[in-house]
């Protein structure tokens, strides 16, 4: 079983900066890839970004390149996600996600809140 735990939201104005983090912690042997997806009320839950196991290559939706950037550091098995210049689109609960042998998992969410 795989436990994801995510910190770092909160409520911010328009074009501040936030940082999210999400530990990972149990049966992590064969992790792959790490990424943040975002659902906003009334949406369905989107992409945001994904890092490779190596993380040597990393994917944004395009609403947020060049404003967000995905790390990861696998001797601690976080994830983190930079998020600069945020706008008022950018309020969503966000959600860590590791791909672990095959298996999705979840963390429980952060919400996040930019004001105008």
């Known amino acids: 079983q795989v436990q994801l735990v995510e910190s770092g939201g909160g409520l911010v104005q328009a074009g501040g900066s936030l940082r999210l983090s999400c530990a990972a912690s149990?049966?992590?042997?064969?992790?792959?890839?790490m990424g943040w997806f975002r659902q906003a009320p009334g949406k369905q839950r989107e992409f945001v970004a994904v890092?490779?196991?190596?993380?040597?290559?990393?994917a944004y939706a395009a609403s947020v390149k060049e404003r967000f950037a995905i790390s990861r550091d696998n001797a601690k098995n976080m994830v983190y996600l930079q998020m600069n210049s945020l706008k008022p689109e950018d309020t969503a609960v966000y959600y860590c996600?590791?791909?672990?042998?095959?298996?999705?998992?979840w963390g429980q969410g952060t919400q996040v809140t930019v004001s105008s």
């Open positions: 996600n590791v791909i672990v042998r095959g298996n999705t998992y």
């Open positions: 149990g049966s992590l042997f064969g992790i792959n890839v």
């Open positions: 890092m490779s196991t190596g993380g040597s290559t990393a």
